[in-house]
């Protein structure tokens, strides 16, 4: 594709707006990445909590108030 150009102010606007666009799309991916990691690493906690089995009464309802604190959050 031939770039076109229409006046060295104009052109130098349009590579402005380019990398700026790239920083921002670059910037959302990391920050979209972030919270995916921090919802998979709480899925994971979870899923653990939930594999465990309660010996006694006390243990099944500790076990029970941490899997509502992890869910609330």
């Known amino acids: 594709m031939t770039k076109i150009s229409f006046g060295e102010y104009f052109d130098d606007q349009r590579d402005r707006i380019v990398k700026d666009m790239q920083n921002k799309n670059a910037q959302q991916n990391i920050e979209w990445m ?21 010996v006694g009464p006390k243990e099944k309802k500790l076990l029970k108030e941490m899997i ?6």
């Open 34 to 54: 972030e919270d995916y990691e921090k919802r998979r690493a709480k899925k994971q906690e979870l899923a653990l909590l939930k594999k465990m089995a309660p």
């Open 68 to 73: 509502e604190e992890k869910t609330r959050k």
